[in-house]
């Protein structure tokens, strides 16, 4: 197998038992195969998008929308504009590692680590994301029940939206190509957040001055600053993301010869996810002047509420159904992302082409992760807006390990062989844990001190 | 880990043979190290130097001290 490791060389010549998932996996190989020689280059890319797309536009979730809707409401159009853009170049960095570990090793990224590195640290990562999963997952049904809340609908509607299509995707007849086509035809719909930023009419000057001189810089508290800093990275690279493109990219049968529409597939996922993320923030923004950093995102129906006496009823719309598509998609991704990271470490069955009977612990997993933040947000008086916002924050603060573990993997003479990093992509993913680590730090220190009263706040 | 298709020779043969048939040559379109039964067998442990293994544990340790920070001022936060 040229240009592989040694640890993943072939081992047997004699063809050993099929599987459902290796007879699925093969059907759509064929049509790659087939899109490959005859040269048909779009739809080879169509058939190869995905992985990337999903978890760009997956983690353009319900509460980095409200954050970056709050930011734009509290401080304008300014820093935070490009600010979402270099997360999100920062996002294509360490994507574009997960997909090409993926690519070459065929393996998800909780199977390399526990078995390459053991069982400690395996489950070390498994726990940060299950945490860090459940978390945001109870997040993502918030938003949904924001965006319900405009058109009067509750809470017990949100969760029951959210359960029935996390099971209805995940059961639909054992198929990853199905199961990701459903996906990403949903994610499409974050660019109701791009609508929003057009109906509000900004003023495009402010917005392209804004992104070339990265000004005004927020003013205000330090750490209002650091929270807004790190939940925005939180809000493009999450521990999730890392665990979802590795296992979904072997899923869905990608080897070295798709690296390079692999690469397409995270680029246009970040892109897209940035133009839209920077319309929640443009359409925040209209609020800037209209008391917008008083409105509390995640309560009652927040963000489409104030936007409705701005701008008008059919952009708080708009709005309020980019909230549910937000949630939406980020529900399904998440869950997958757990159910992998679970079949991956136990070692069983961790497929969407394997049917819910051979993989009940994938499917169990899957549909268990959004059942209970499903449960929690159904809890009268729970902290709702507190978790809401600190699950990106959280999020940040463990970030540094799992990216850690995927360069070292990803520098695996071993297991990549001539797919390593290269020495200059190995600097630039250096520089982005350390710069992630010292402001998830910097946050938890100072406020862990405030909160404690060992500093005054402020 | 590995959940084969059933096959159970003597009764249906000729049409489990050419389904067999049929799925192996569809099988052809994977490369060897894709198939479940390649997957499923665990690659080699990395040798971790002292210093690599030092390193990571730090990094673990000072993970854990500002999560528990971040949690703490969310705990405080609901009072």
Not at chain 1, 227 to 248: E, K
Request: charged share 10%.
């Amino acid at each position: 197998m040229p240009g592989k490791g040694v640890a993943i060389a072939e081992r047997d010549l004699a063809l050993p038992p099929l599987t459902h998932e290796d007879t699925d996996r093969s059907t759509d190989r064929a049509r790659v195969n087939q899109a490959r020689q005859q040269g048909r280059r779009w739809y080879l890319l169509w058939l190869l998008v995905g992985p990337g797309i999903l978890a760009m536009l997956g983690e353009n979730d319900g509460p980095s929308m409200i954050s970056y809707a709050t930011t734009g409401a509290t401080y304008g159009l300014g820093f935070f504009l490009p600010f979402i853009v270099f997360s999100f170049a920062m996002a294509i960095v360490c994507q574009e590692m997960c997909m090409r570990v993926g690519a070459v090793t065929h393996r998800g990224y909780g199977q390399l680590v526990l078995e390459r590195f053991g069982p400690i640290w395996g489950w070390f990562g498994a726990g940060d994301l299950i945490l860090t999963n459940v978390v945001t997952l109870i997040a993502e049904f918030v938003a949904i029940r924001v965006g319900l809340a405009y058109f009067h609908l509750g809470s017990g509607v949100a969760a029951a939206l959210g359960l029935v299509l996390v099971t209805f995707t995940a059961l639909n007849g054992g198929r990853y190509w199905r199961w990701e086509r459903i996906a990403l035809g949903l994610a499409l719909f974050n660019g109701l957040f791009l609508v929003a930023a057009i109906m509000v009419k900004p003023h495009w000057g402010s917005v392209g001055h804004s992104l070339v001189t990265l000004a005004p810089f927020p003013g205000g508290s330090f750490n209002t600053l650091l929270l807004l800093v790190a939940s925005t990275i939180g809000a493009t690279v999450t521990p999730w993301m890392i665990f979802f493109q590795q296992s979904a990219s072997a899923d869905k049968g990608l080897t070295p010869r798709d690296i390079k529409q692999g690469r397409y597939d995270t680029v246009a996922g970040a892109a897209l996810a940035a133009i839209f993320g920077c319309g929640a923030l443009i359409a925040g923004a209209a609020l800037a002047t209209h008391n917008g950093s008083s409105i509390q995102g995640l309560a009652g129906a927040g963000f489409p509420g104030a936007l409705k006496s701005v701008s008008g009823g059919a952009t708080a719309t708009v709005f309020a159904l980019g909230l549910i598509e937000a949630g939406a998609v980020a529900i399904l991704t998440i869950s997958a992302s757990t159910a992998y990271a679970v079949g991956e470490c136990v070692g069983v069955t961790h497929s969407f082409n394997s049917t819910p009977r051979r993989a009940v612990l994938f499917y169990a997993s899957n549909i268990a992760a959004a059942l209970i933040a499903a449960g929690i947000i159904l809890i009268p008086g729970a902290p709702l807006l507190s978790i809401a916002l600190n699950a990106n924050v959280l999020a940040t603060v463990l970030l540094p390990m799992a990216l850690i573990f995927l360069i070292m993997l990803a520098n695996d003479r071993d297991l990549m062989g001539e797919w390593t990093n290269k020495p200059s992509t190995n600097k630039i993913a250096i520089a982005i844990v350390a710069f992630i680590s010292i402001c998830g730090a910097a946050y938890g220190i100072d406020s862990f001190l405030q909160a404690a009263h060992l500093i005054p706040a402020g | 880990m590995a959940e084969t298709h059933d096959t159970n020779p003597g009764t249906t043969e000729p049409k489990l043979r050419g389904k067999e048939r049929a799925n192996e040559e569809l099988v052809m379109f994977l490369e060897p190290d894709q198939l479940v039964a390649h997957t499923s067998v665990p690659v080699p442990r990395a040798p971790l130097s002292e210093r690599a293994r030092t390193g990571l544990w730090a990094l673990r340790v000072f993970v854990i001290l500002v999560s528990i920070m971040v949690i703490y001022t969310f705990a405080s936060q609901l009072k």
